[in-house]
Each structure stands twice: as C-alpha cells, then as structure tokens.
C-alpha cells in the first residue's frame, strides 16, 4: 500500500498528468469539443496526485509557506473542476418592455449544473446606446427591473455591469434591434395571437430584412423595415433610438403590403395588424459560482509561493 502510495504522488506521475492536461487542451482547441468531459479524468488524476503527495512527502509539510502553496493549488484544481461541472453560458433577446421568461436562444452548461433559470424574471425597461462617428459603439446603459422577492429592484446594466441574480450574470451585448409588433385574428373562431419578430441587428443590418411564420399558421413571408429618417450616420456621433417615422414592406403569399403602426392587411387565413416598432437587446448569461473563490485561491497561491521564495533566497 505505501509503495502505491509513493506512486500515486511521485513526481514522475504529475508530469504524465500533466502531459494529459495538455493533450487535452489541444484536442479541444482542435475539434471544438467541450473541454469538461476531455479534462475531467487528467484533473482528478491531478487532484488526487497533489492530495497524496501532500500527504505523503514530510519536507511540504515542514515549510508552511510551500504547504500552503500546494493546498492553494489543490483547491484550485478542484474549483476548476467544480465550475466546469455547474457552469453555464448562453445568449438570448428581450423586446424593451417585456420580461426574461427563464429560457435562452443558445445555452452551454456542464452536467451538474442547479438549473434555477427557468424561475427567473426580470423586465428589460429600455436602453440607450452611444454611437462615435464610424459607426463606433460607445457605453450601453440598459435599465432593467426585478422583483427580489419584496420589492421591484432596478439597475442600470451594460457590457461590464451585470445583472446578477441567483448567481446568473446577465450582460448587454453590440447584438440590437427593432422589433416590429402584430396582432394575428385568424379567420373563424381560431384564438386571437400577438408578438413581435427580432429583425437582424442594426446597425449591422442598416436595412433589416427577415423572414417570418406567422405563429400558428403555416403563412410565410418576408418583412423588411423602411426607415423614412436616418438613424445611423457614420460622419456623425449619435444615438440609438426609435424612429419617428417608418414602415414596412411585407411580402406574402398572394402579394406585397405597405403598413404602417395601426394598418392591417388581410390574407385568407386571417387578419395581421402591425401594431408598432419596439427594440430588442441581446444578452449573454453566465453561471459559475467558483470565480470568487477561484480569485481567492489563486491569491492565497500567489502570496505563499512568493513568501516561500522569499524565506530561501533572501531572508537568509
């Protein structure tokens, strides 16, 4: 058993380990793989390697500051491993003035991972966005709401000012744009339906076009919003906001519309009224309640490892 023992946290072993940490790194970059599963077995190998070496060998135990070093390491090795087993990350779009509903677009997340989203709310108020002449995106100030479990709370969040519930950290993106809203009675008795379609991003899209089902109904078509004002200038600084004046061309089975916010336009299947133009915003969301604690760990690694370096070549 000792003999197994002294194997298990020789030296010769973490640097096989760490070959394998390497191997894997690579294949991930290579294939795009997730890297949880491909890392998970040469990190528990590591884990279990540093544990036993520390354990085993009396001179890491007799210098405090190098005993310290190697527990430090050991916790970050285990905090790495525990984050990429409960992380997530993805994106979604919220229309101003409506709620995040607790799904996502796109979404990553190890296996373990608590799954509390889906019992989040919170409202996207509205935001403003600064444009440099070049069409160079400046600060994103988007106000937003929740309701913490006593009282509407609000918070002005942007790409480096999350929104943090339950641990999900809710950041703005350069992902933006207009949502044209409607209001779908279809012919007979069918149930009366409303929503909106997130057209591609503006300014990336100074011409958005989309295609769209109508929810419920197999009719397809195409809408392309006219802005009959110019938003974005590339000689000029600016701001992001609703048109005052617009429209839309809607190509459908049967013909092309022009409406307008109020105007309808009647198909077989039923009525579609356009109801308005409203903005949407994109997000990504991030999970891992490791960072923290991998900050502090990667600290505590840090001071004692140059506190041993210290105590053998300078004190002396």
Not at 136 to 153: F, H, L, S, Y
Not at 239 to 268: C, F, K, S, W, Y
């Amino acid at each position: 058993m000792m003999v197994w023992m002294q194997r298990m946290g020789s030296l010769r072993l973490t640097v096989g380990i760490l070959s394998l940490v390497v191997a894997g790194a690579w294949y991930v970059m290579a294939t795009g793989a997730s890297p949880t599963w491909v890392l998970l077995v040469p990190f528990t190998l590591f884990a279990i390697n540093l544990g036993v070496a520390l354990a085993m060998t009396p001179a890491l135990r007799q210098q405090t500051a190098l005993f310290v070093f190697h527990l430090a390491l050991l916790g970050l090795v285990g905090l790495v491993m525990v984050g990429r087993l409960t992380y997530l990350k993805g994106v979604v779009e919220i229309t101003t003035g409506t709620f995040f509903e607790g799904t996502l677009l796109q979404e990553e997340k190890g296996p373990w991972h608590p799954g509390t989203l889906a019992g989040i709310r919170w409202r996207n108020i509205g935001f403003e966005i600064d444009y440099a002449p070049g069409l160079t995106r400046g600060k994103t100030r988007n106000q937003v709401e929740w309701w913490d479990g006593m009282q509407w709370q609000q918070l002005t969040m942007g790409d480096d000012q999350p929104l943090v519930i339950s641990g999900y950290r809710f950041y703005t993106t350069s992902n933006k744009g207009f949502v044209p809203l409607f209001v779908w009675k279809p012919t007979g008795e069918g149930e009366v339906g409303a929503g909106g379609v997130h057209l591609p991003g503006y300014p990336a899209a100074l011409v958005p076009i989309s295609t769209w089902t109508i929810p419920g109904t197999t009719v397809t078509g195409e809408i392309e919003l006219r802005l009959e004002e110019k938003l974005a200038d590339p000689e000029r600084a600016w701001q992001l906001r609703l048109p005052v004046a617009h429209h839309l061309i809607l190509a459908m089975p049967g013909g092309t519309h022009t409406l307008r916010p109020g105007e309808h336009v009647d198909l077989p299947e039923g009525r579609l009224l356009y109801q308005g133009l409203q903005l949407w915003m994109g997000y990504r969301v991030l999970y891992d309640e490791t960072r923290p604690w991998l900050l502090a760990a990667a600290l505590l690694a840090s001071i004692s490892l140059a506190l041993h370096f210290w105590q053998k070549f300078v004190s002396q």
